[in-house]
């Protein structure tokens, strides 16, 4: 009984292709030799993929998009980490809802926060700035952050801590050589985790970028809104390549279901 | 919170205490509000104050010559109330969220339980390939069921050549459009929910079901569905409340027409610059997310307490 029956391996490769149809398409069509949005029927060009070279604003974009996701995830594992600290080992009072309000932007639809931002910063005078990119990614990435810091933290012995304690060892030593070296991991997958998170935003992104501070996805969509050419599929192609890289390394490395399902694998 | 920590800081000393010192660490409550105070500040500042902000600005109201006027009414909420057109777009929301949440439990569900009955090499390669579009970006996702519905309309000749239909279905711009490519961006989480409830189901159990003579149907009914239905709900939650708010898909494949809560928002705001209407819709949209996703939790966690622990 616990194996899988004729019927359940042809639903699961029927779902399988179902969830893989759209990114190969994708990846197809980019190779396509024609002007026009086609399968590659005709032989494989990669005429589409120079063509990116020549479109300067999505490689300007690509990489307003590596900067600003890491640096949101840096801030936002500089805040959360303290915070993770305080909730995780003290009891104090309001420490519940400290957690419920970092916790929060995942309740808040992103288009919400994106409306909020756009009045925000027009009135600050952050409106169309990398500063105010930086700063509301921060606030949507911090609760991936927290989530994995905390469960690291919450999970460590703190006997270890206390023997650092009474061979005098001060607070900052202390957190430095035994704390943080404890965590690491947890902080390591926050980062990566709020980094992929910023990089793939768009809903809030589009409304408080502007034409000259923009990221690759709010590009991309503006891109498509207007018309769907080979040169987005190649650009797309391109996105998908350096991610499912990036998904097998992150695999080995650590566990794509350890970081997104918060466990350790069995 | 600052007088609780003052009362315990300032608590005076009584002379003759003679009960051992408390553990160094608990002495000083102001430690955890230090810590976090980093990030207080930063979301007071960028999270409190820009949503206050935007309530308030739906209570403002907008003329086509004047822009946004500085009075306080709730005259945006009467107009949402009033108008079928709103009525229309918050009604073709809900029904986009409802379905895709219905096809991500049918579909999302089982592949989770046959991917924990796959042998190891197989099962790893296989979660990869259910949990990686969660890391590809949203546009590139959608852009490939547009290039499939739309342009190179393949799915139409698939199905005309396997003779399920016999003239072309209408995908892009249409809600069986946007649903089918939503249940696509949203299943993942479905997948992951229902996967983290099944690690909770030790297989053994379904053997000794099956051992005492259940039926391969009466297990599934009896055993593994009770273990696995928290899952499937919070799993709900996630995906209805994520359906409900979703702009990029539904903006790609429902185009300027079919609109949604988000996509209407995101238009008030950016062509028709209607800010203050703009603001009470995604006050509306926020409200009843929240409303939704608490209170369901809540009904979730009371009902299957014993599975949460």
């Not at chain 2, 709730?74 to 709103?86: C, L, Q, S």
Request: aromatic content about 10%.
């Amino acid at each position: 009984m616990n194996r899988n029956g004729p019927i359940a391996l042809i639903f699961h490769v029927l779902f399988l292709g179902f969830l893989l149809a759209p990114i190969l398409i994708v990846c197809a069509v980019a190779f396509t030799p024609e002007g026009y949005l086609s399968l590659p029927t005709n032989g494989l060009s990669l005429r589409w993929f120079r063509a990116i070279g020549d479109n300067p604003e999505f490689i300007r974009a690509f990489k307003d998009s590596l900067l600003l996701g890491a640096v949101s995830s840096t801030l936002a594992i500089l805040v959360a980490v303290p915070a993770a600290l305080a909730i995780a080992r003290h009891q104090f009072f309001g420490r519940e809802a400290i957690q419920a309000l970092f916790l929060s932007p995942l309740m808040v639809p992103h288009i919400v926060l994106g409306i909020a931002f756009l009045r925000f910063f027009t009135m600050i005078g952050l409106g169309g700035t990398f500063a105010g990119l930086v700063l509301s990614h921060v606030i949507i990435i911090l609760p991936f952050a927290l989530r994995l810091i905390l469960a690291a933290s919450t999970g460590m012995d703190r006997a270890v801590e206390n023997a650092a304690a009474s061979l005098g060892a001060s607070s900052w030593t202390c957190f430095r050589r035994v704390t943080l070296p404890l965590i690491l991991p947890g902080v390591a997958s926050g980062w990566v985790l709020a980094f992929i998170n910023s990089f793939d935003e768009v809903t809030m992104t589009v409304f408080i970028a502007s034409p000259e501070t923009t990221t690759l996805p709010v590009r991309l969509f503006l891109y498509i809104q207007d018309n769907i050419d080979p040169l987005v599929a190649a650009v797309s192609a391109l996105l998908i390549f350096l991610t499912v890289g990036a998904m097998l390394v992150l695999d080995r490395v650590y566990g794509l279901e350890r970081l997104l399902v918060g466990k350790g694998r069995d | 919170m600052s007088m609780a920590a003052s009362s315990e800081t300032d608590a005076p000393v009584p002379a003759t205490a003679a009960a051992p010192p408390p553990p160094r660490r608990h002495r000083w409550p102001l430690v955890p509000y230090l810590l976090s105070a980093p990030g207080l500040a930063l979301f007071a500042v960028l999270l409190l104050v820009p949503l206050t902000m935007t309530f308030l600005l739906s209570l403002n109201s907008f003329s086509f010559y004047g822009g946004i006027q500085d009075v306080w009414q709730w005259g945006n909420y009467a107009d949402i109330i009033a108008d079928d057109y709103f009525h229309e777009v918050f009604l073709r929301t809900f029904r986009i969220a409802a379905l895709v949440t219905v096809l991500c439990a049918v579909f999302g569900a089982p592949e989770a339980y046959i991917l924990r009955r796959m042998k190891s090499p197989w099962r790893g390669l296989c979660l990869l390939v259910v949990l990686g579009p969660l890391l590809i970006s949203v546009v590139s996702r959608t852009l490939g069921w547009a290039l499939l519905f739309g342009s190179t309309g393949l799915v139409n000749q698939g199905l005309m050549a396997l003779g399920i239909i016999a003239t072309p279905i209408e995908f892009m711009y249409t809600e069986t459009g946007v649903v089918i490519a939503l249940t696509h961006v949203l299943v993942p989480f479905m997948v992951l929910s229902v996967w983290a409830s099944l690690q909770r189901l030790d297989p053994q159990v379904e053997n000794a079901a099956l051992s005492l003579g259940a039926g391969p149907l009466t297990v599934m009914r009896r055993v593994v569905l009770p273990q696995i239905i928290p899952g499937i709900l919070s799993g709900s939650i996630i995906v209805f409340a994520l359906a409900a708010s979703a702009f990029a898909t539904p903006a790609i494949i429902g185009g300027r027409r079919l609109k949604v809560a988000a996509t209407l928002a995101y238009d008030e705001f950016l062509n028709t610059l209607n800010w203050p209407l703009g603001a009470t819709v995604a006050v509306l949209l926020l409200v009843a997310n929240v409303v939704i996703i608490v209170g369901c939790n809540r009904l979730v966690e009371r009902r299957y307490k014993q599975v949460f622990e």
